[in-house]
């Protein structure tokens, strides 16, 4: 067994209410290395085609990476996987925190649930043991309550609990699980599959440590960082995320009132400057080892009451609830993010879809009556919150919302889908795809769905600069156009995919500042593999053509890689009022990424050939 890992894979059956571990081989491990590999190890595996994502057979994975658990700054992170609720789609969504690392602790590498218990239960796992607990008591309570009923219950205040709110319960199809309170696997709908399986939380504890092949090695690269993080990446430490919007405003990154508009007047109340300056962040706070301390405290008296156990809005949840819902009420944001991480809701697709029924609104597709008597308009702040609230409720209005603009624009009708702006049922975030096309292709192409953190960043590499220098080490030598959809782009597209999938395998921080070279020799530190950046790809490549092929088997085609109409017209007005995707060349693109991907160019199937390449010749079996 490599260092890295504990060897044991916990598997769950709630409809028999059995514990069994299993301890696969190196061979193993090292294919798939963890996370998002194994969640496209197990999906792709064990599901049946066509099954149900809210049914009993689907699987929810929680998995670590050989990294987790380990003193290198950015290991704090695991990744949520299941079959999507949005789309059918494999899918997967990572998180921070201290979970992941609780987890490596108490002897286990993942853990594989299925079935559904007959009554609510949760998880309990501690130093190599795991048991099924009722959890009557716990249902309906929000995140703060059950997490601090589970530690009484267990006596430790320092057990880590990934949990479900009353939104995940209610299966809103953009739940998602929340641990620590503030760290969320949210996007292609974890939580909805965690209700589905009246799984209430997984709460954790450790203190077996996790062997590390070199000590001195990972001792190094741990001061390394720790001497170089204000120089590298100082602006995560100040601010967090979202300190960067004056440039987003110049640009055009910034979506605004349902990406329509390309001016926000009020634009910087709403930045991490503003909540700084005005006094409603209380403090920064970290995830598992790491000294960057990146992620926001907030708290709010009047006329919102804030919770700081609830951490504080990033620049996604800032754009979400803020410019694109026409909102630039500061504490209003703050107590949406609170709301969010109380039901476990993810902020991006609430905010995009709240935003989406506010334009409905507007332009008369719904009425007060539909709306149970809100004026959802742009900028109501007021409104947002309560509608907000009865999405984690599912009453009125919000049972329509809970199921995403997607399907809600389908039952709005008279041309609502025009207005819902998604990729395969999971809403756009904060990063404008006509502004970075290349981040629209990622969107179009990526399995699940439109994510930002798969994706490659155009404004990055349009200019020199440290990016662009990394970037030569992976063969990008020049600067690439943000309206670039040629064959270089779509190859660092395709390459910075490939990576940041490997990341989510690893798993790792996307924050921290290492270069290529520096994450392979964190590999082969902690594992003792004689690895390479090429190795790392490699692993990348796998998880997408994996994903690609499940995707494949459950009927989702390259007619589902496409982006909403929106994006080929230019904003009403501002930097992109004159920008727009070329569909035609965005087309193109789309298959020069299949071709370049090594899947059929017309169809974007991954071929027999590309499978047995990369060593998952057995995937044709499940085809």
């Known amino acids: 067994m490599p260092n890295g890992y504990t060897g044991n894979i916990l598997r769950v059956d709630l409809s028999q209410g059995t514990t069994t571990v299993e301890h696969p081989d190196e061979t193993f491990y090292r294919r798939y290395f963890g996370g998002a590999g194994f969640v496209a190890y197990y999906l792709l595996k064990e599901l049946s085609k066509g099954i149900d994502p809210l049914g009993p057979e689907n699987r929810l994975i929680f998995a670590a990476g050989p990294i987790t658990g380990s003193p290198i700054a950015g290991s704090g992170r695991h990744t949520v996987g299941a079959k999507s609720p949005r789309s059918g789609a494999l899918a997967k969504a990572e998180a921070g925190g201290f979970w992941g690392a609780e987890l490596k602790r108490s002897g286990f590498d993942a853990i594989v649930i299925q079935g559904k218990a007959r009554k609510p239960v949760y998880l309990w796992i501690h130093d190599g043991e795991a048991e099924i607990r009722d959890a009557t008591h716990l249902w309906g309570k929000d995140t703060r309550d059950a997490q601090e009923a589970i530690r009484q219950e267990l006596g430790d205040r320092l057990i880590r609990v990934a949990q479900i709110g009353p939104g995940g319960e209610r299966m809103v199809r953009f739940a998602s699980v ?269 399995a699940y769905g439109a994510d930002h953190m798969v994706g490659v960043h155009d404004t990055f590499f349009k200019s020199q600069g440290p990016p662009l220098e990394l970037a030569k080490s992976l063969g990008i030598l020049e600067p690439i156009p943000v309206d670039d959809l040629g064959p270089q782009k779509v190859f660092l597209a395709k390459t910075m995919h490939l990576w940041r999938h490997f990341l989510d395998s690893v798993v790792m921080c996307t924050f921290l500042p290492y270069d290529y070279r520096q994450m392979a020799e964190i590999v082969e530190a902690v594992t003792g593999w004689n690895t390479s950046v090429l190795e790392c790809l490699r692993v990348g490549e796998r998880v997408v053509t994996m994903a690609r092929t499940f995707n494949m088997r459950e009927g989702i085609t390259s007619a589902d890689d496409r982006l909403p109409a929106r994006c080929f017209t230019p904003t009403t007005s501002g930097p992109l009022s004159n920008t727009a995707i070329n569909p035609k060349e965005l087309d193109k693109a789309i298959h020069t990424f299949y071709e370049m991907m090594g899947w059929d160019r017309k169809t974007g199937n991954p071929t027999s050939d590309k499978l047995k390449e990369l060593d998952v010749g057995w995937v044709l079996e499940k085809l």
């Open 178 to 446: 929340v641990n620590d309170l503030k760290d969320s696997a949210s996007r292609p709908g974890m939580g909805a599959v965690m209700g589905s399986k009246n799984l209430k939380a997984v709460a954790v504890r450790g203190l077996k440590s996790v062997p590390n092949a070199e000590p001195a090695k990972v001792r190094a690269l741990t001061k390394w960082l720790a001497e170089n993080y204000m120089q590298l990446a100082r602006g995560f430490h100040d601010w967090g995320t979202g300190a960067g919007m004056d440039q987003y405003m110049a640009e055009g990154n910034l979506p605004i009132r349902n990406f329509r508009d390309g001016e926000f007047e009020d634009w910087a109340k709403t930045t991490a400057q503003a909540l700084k300056n005005t006094g409603i962040r209380i403090g920064m706070e970290n995830c598992w080892a790491c000294p960057l301390r990146c992620k926001k405290v907030v708290k709010s008296e009047q006329p919102y009451a804030v919770d700081p156990a609830y951490g504080g809005p990033e620049y996604e949840t800032l754009g979400s609830f803020g410019s694109t819902c026409g909102v630039s009420d500061l504490k209003a944001i703050c107590k949406a993010n609170e709301l969010c991480n109380a039901y476990s809701i993810d902020t991006i697709s609430a905010g995009v879809t709240i935003a989406f029924a506010m334009e409905c609104f507007e332009k008369g597709l719904l009425t007060l009556e539909d709306t149970d008597g809100i004026d959802l308009r742009f900028g109501n702040a007021k409104a947002m919150l309560e509608v907000l609230e009865k999405i984690g409720k599912r009453e009125g209005i919000g049972n329509l919302l809970a199921e995403g603009s997607a399907i809600a624009a389908k039952k709005i009708g008279h041309g609502a889908e025009q207005l819902a702006m998604h990729v395969k049922g999971v809403e756009i975030p904060m990063h404008e795809p006509r502004l970075k096309q290349g981040m629209g292709l990622i969107y179009a192409t990526n």
